[in-house]
């Protein structure tokens, strides 16, 4: 067994969005920062996203999921925080002295005066589509997850679902497919409702309230889709080239359900975390941004997800120095931050003017 024997302020669990604002602003209140991701990459659910267009960053009219996840990489490590990889957290322990001790997969341990949970909703997959021999066209004509928008250049593509994501998807998809449709089980969409409109303004054909019932094809790519209506069992057939599956995420905290916290089901996630204003959970010192963090009113935004990250660093630093405040300096009087800005301002080579 390694034992990590460095004291950390403050651990961060996940490196998605979340998880890499909390780092940065983490630097900013001058903590001794760690993050640990499963994954062998920052990113979290945003890898699923990398041709989406993400609206909901305040300051940003509109920029890519692969942008903003370069911006976000670069911005956590800011202030060189310790970042661990392709290490799943799997046990908590609280040592004598106060301080946690977290215990990876590998067996690694690592010591932390503090722990801010930003997970997400926990290990996701895809929710699969529950239509017999689905399963053989996935690697052809059946996806769960769009890589590359060119990919549906000029196709039929059939999107199936009715959350945010399918939504988001049939308005990206619009202006680059040949035709757009979505079925979705239900009249009424999840979506935001802005989405929904635009979608329902467009070009894009909704079909609801269908299902998809049986797929026929070569066992390798789809030609044709047979769909079910919900009430009166009438079929349908729709010719497509593409089918893009959006029936949600399943998704699973593991280990960190053992670990005594608070846990009650919200109305977007099953086991959320009960935190108060500061994020913190039930446990001193234990708390909890983004997915997993469960109060009133919780908006399911990034921008949301970003503030829980500032105000659980915010609760952290008070929770290691009362004495220090609940908040830190503003940005642009950040020292750090202002003597990067500084470098960046004046191009090299350049003259002021008198």
């Not at 950390?8 to 640990?36: E, N």
């Not at 757009?180 to 467009?202: C, L, P, W, Y």
């Not at 399911?300 to 503030?307: M, V």
Request: with cysteine; charged share 25%; proline share 2%.
């Amino acid at each position: 067994m390694t034992d990590l024997e460095e004291l950390y302020d403050v651990t961060i669990i996940g490196g998605g969005p979340v998880g890499m604002y909390a780092a940065f602003y983490s630097g900013m209140r001058d903590l001794r920062t760690k993050l640990i991701e499963r994954e062998r990459q920052l990113g979290g659910q945003i890898l699923f996203y990398l041709e989406k267009t993400v609206w909901d960053v305040g300051g940003i009219a509109r920029i890519s999921g692969e942008q903003l996840l370069r911006q976000l990489v670069e911005q956590a490590n800011v202030f060189h925080p310790t970042i661990v990889l392709g290490q799943r957290v799997e046990r908590l322990e609280r040592c004598e002295d106060g301080t946690f001790a977290l215990f990876g997969d590998n067996g690694e341990r690592h010591r932390t005066r503090a722990i801010v949970l930003a997970a997400g909703r926990g290990i996701a997959e895809s929710r699969e589509l529950d239509v017999q021999g689905a399963e053989r066209y996935i690697g052809g004509n059946l996806r769960y997850q769009v890589d590359k928008l060119d990919d549906f250049k000029d196709k039929r593509v059939l999107i199936s679902g009715g959350g945010n994501s399918a939504v988001d998807w049939a308005n990206e998809l619009e202006s680059v497919a040949r035709q757009v449709t979505i079925v979705h089980r239900r009249d009424r969409f999840g979506g935001f409702e802005q989405n929904v409109a635009r979608m329902k303004a467009s070009s894009i054909e909704v079909v609801t309230p269908y299902k998809i019932s049986k797929l026929h094809g070569d066992g390798h790519r789809i030609a044709e889709v047979e769909l079910t209506h919900m009430l009166t069992g009438e079929l349908r057939r729709l010719e497509t080239d593409e089918v893009l599956v959006h029936h949600g995420i399943r998704n699973d905290l593991g280990a960190i359900r053992d670990w005594g916290i608070r846990m009650e089901k919200s109305d977007a996630f099953h086991g959320s975390m009960v935190v108060n204003a500061q994020r913190e959970t039930n446990i001193p010192g234990i708390f909890a941004a983004g997915d997993l963090a469960n109060y009133p009113y919780k908006s399911e935004t990034l921008a949301s997800g970003f503030a829980d990250g500032l105000a659980a660093i915010n609760g952290t630093a008070l929770f290691l120095h009362p004495e220090a405040g609940l908040k830190a300096t503003v940005s642009s009087e950040h020292e750090t931050l202002a003597a990067k800005a500084a470098s960046c301002s004046t191009p090299t080579g350049s003259t002021k003017r008198s």
